[in-house]
């Protein structure tokens, strides 16, 4: 039986705090192994955590499997560099044929590769989430890419960045629950939502502004949530809102736009289009295959005010985007969209072995 332990490169409390919360999130995370779980695949999902636990999954669909959180050892004051060395002895004590790491810049991904994956020679796929690139991209046997964007990047290599070779590369689909996530018939309170943990890394300039002439909201925690809100008082800033409430926000919004300016595929954008949103976002990072034009807008910084002020004034438009958008997020980001990539991961254990 292959063993294939998929391991967060980021810690669980990263992006919520709340450890209840976080076990009932039902996302990618969650859905490949119980995927690889129901095809006999021996598989576990590891994590860093305040405090070391264990769990079994109750996946909503595909077979349990195991959730093992290790106590955070050190990292710093930044929560993208906690690791554990607990995970570390985990890691090298166990005979898994494969190791998924999801994220490629977190500490705990860094601190597995340079004490276990990279002296023990352990093979490991990469999930990337956001930036494509890190020193532990050119040793992956396999990187599962979010867009066309990151593709072509890596393909091109850079300064101090080998090509890498797209037979290495192989597109993943987001897993959208198009169940939760899907249009609900109420008023507008907002012309544009974002939802966006609210950190130096992203720009709410381009909201900020567009809180001048339209109802604009953002949801979403973070270390610069106070100082965003003295900065842009005219956005109503909602804080933090468990994960299975959005499409209740997204429903009393006229449309979605995403303030980050660095990701090339964030799981926000097709959960909007998945709820019948119309989304815009900036075309140097978003691609036409993140946001196909019947979809929503790719803009610029120059033209980003008139074109949102026009399309929320044209009702029909934005209906018909809507629909397109819940369309595309049906047919290509379903619960089972990675169904795929883990018979991917499969053939690279029989290659391995």
């Known amino acids: 039986m292959a063993r294939i332990v998929f391991v967060l490169t980021y810690p669980a409390y990263h992006s919520v705090v709340d450890p209840a919360e976080w076990l009932r999130w039902d996302n990618r995370d969650r859905r490949m192994p119980a995927l690889l779980a129901s095809l006999g695949v021996d598989v576990e999902l590891w994590g860093v955590a305040a405090q070391a636990a264990e ?13 093992r959180l290790f106590a955070r050892s050190g990292g710093g004051t930044k929560s993208r560099d906690h690791h554990s060395d607990a995970m570390v002895a985990a890691a090298r004590a166990d005979p898994a044929d494969l190791f998924v790491l999801i994220g490629t810049n977190g500490g705990a991904g860094y601190r597995l590769f340079d004490r276990a994956l990279r002296p023990d020679r352990r093979p490991f796929a990469l999930i990337v989430g956001g930036d494509y690139w890190s020193r532990l991209v050119p040793h992956a046997r396999l990187l599962f890419t979010e867009s066309a964007v990151q593709e072509a990047a890596l393909a091109a290599g850079g300064w101090f960045r080998p090509r ?18 899907q249009p609900i018939d109420t ?7 974002s939802v966006s943990r609210v950190t130096r890394w992203k720009s709410f300039t381009e909201v900020g502004a567009l809180s001048r002439a339209h109802r604009v909201a953002v949801a979403g925690g973070g270390p610069q949530a106070a100082r965003m809100a003295r900065r842009y008082p005219a956005i109503d800033w909602l804080g933090h809102v468990p994960h299975a409430d959005v499409p209740g926000l997204l429903a009393q919004a006229g449309l979605y736009f995403h303030a980050g300016r660095r990701d090339y595929f964030p799981r926000a954008i097709p959960e909007a289009m998945a709820c019948g949103r119309p989304v815009v976002g900036f075309a140097d990072r978003l691609g036409a295959d993140v946001i196909p034009p019947e979809c929503g807008l790719r803009i610029t910084d120059r033209d980003y005010r008139p074109l949102v002020a026009a399309l929320l004034r044209d009702p029909a438009r934005m209906a018909q985007m809507g629909a397109a958008a819940r369309a595309h997020v049906v047919a290509t980001h379903g619960l089972r969209s990675s169904e795929a990539a883990c018979r991917t991961l499969l053939r690279l254990v029989e290659a391995s072995a």
Not at 58 to 67: E, N, S, T
Not at 164 to 181: C, H, N, S, V, Y
């Open 55 to 67: 769990h079994l999954s109750a996946p909503a669909f595909g077979a349990p499997y195991r959730i």
């Open 164 to 181: 890498i070779a797209r037979a290495r590369m192989e597109r993943l689909p987001k897993t959208i629950d198009t169940g939760l996530f």
């Open 187 to 193: 008023g507008r309170r907002w012309d544009v939502l």
